[in-house]
T-cell receptor, first 113, second 116 residues
Framework: DQQVKQNSPSLSVQEGRISILNCDYT??????FLWYKKYPAEGPTFLIS?????DKNEDGRFTVFLNKSAKHLSLHIVPSQPGDSAVYFC????????????FGSGTRLSIRP | DAGVIQSPRHEVTEMGQEVTLRCKPI?????LFWYRQTMMRGLELLIY????????DSGMPEDRFSAKMPNASFSTLKIQPSEPRDSAVYFC??????????????FGPGTRLLVL
């Protein structure tokens, strides 16, 4: 059973608008959440993270929201740009160790002109 | 630094053959991870090492899979015998031994494996 779920395999957004990528998790012990971005033929790269003691973390155009009661997090990208077209992986870990991150299956974001 | 290096980038083999994937982590990183990416299951952690020692191999799907890290700068993931369902992209990643910095996990470009 997947502990981190990204139920939308793909998303298409017009350039300049807001992109919202969603992620749900089942393990209430997760206390650190991350988003990774992956371009074709490259490995995933870290994008933004949030600790469970917060409900929002912002970094430029990227904001991650965490709703612990709903076990849900989302990544907002605004405004969306063509270079944002990629696969986005939601991930979670338990504790402060870098050792074991559980990834979701990814959402392919396409930014259309 | 060149980042995490993986070879080969692409591998096509026939069912039953042995496949060996290679990884060179970033120098100075104490953790090394092997992941597999498939359409159905996304990114799955197969095994990880700390200071060349395997710590958790619970993600290794079957005994056909094995991984070694003979030294701090080299690791292999071997599949013997390979099967068509092993077709996937295999990523290696490395990170520093710093607590709380999960984002310091750096991924290689991956090896795309196709088993016919």
């Amino acid at each position: 059973d997947q502990q981190v779920k990204q139920n939308s395999p793909s998303l298409s957004v017009q350039e300049g608008r807001i992109s919202i990528l969603n992620c749900d998790y089942t393990n209430s012990m997760f206390d650190y959440f991350l988003w990774y971005k992956k371009y074709p033929a490259e490995g995933p790269t870290f994008l933004i993270s949030i600790s469970s003691i917060k409900d929002k973390n912002e970094d430029g155009r990227f904001t991650v929201f965490l709703n612990k009661s709903a076990k849900h997090l989302s990544l907002h990208i605004v405004p969306s740009q063509p270079g944002d077209s990629a696969v986005y992986f939601c991930a979670a870990s338990e504790g402060s160790s870098a050792s074991k991150i559980i990834f979701g299956s990814g959402t392919r974001l396409s930014i259309r002109p | 630094d060149a980042g995490v290096i993986q070879s080969p980038r692409h591998e096509v083999t026939e069912m039953g053959q042995e496949v060996t994937l290679r990884c060179k982590p970033i120098s100075g990183h104490d953790y090394l991870f092997w992941y597999r990416q498939t359409m159905m299951r996304g990114l799955e952690l197969l095994i990880y090492f700390n200071n060349n020692v395997p710590i958790d191999d619970s993600g290794m799907p079957e005994d056909r899979f094995s991984a070694k890290m003979p030294n701090a700068s080299f690791s292999t993931l071997k599949i013997q015998p390979s099967e068509p369902r092993d077709s996937a992209v295999y990523f290696c990643a490395s990170s520093l031994a710093l607590a709380g910095l999960q984002e310091t996990q750096y991924f290689g470009p991956g090896t795309r494996l196709l088993v016919l």
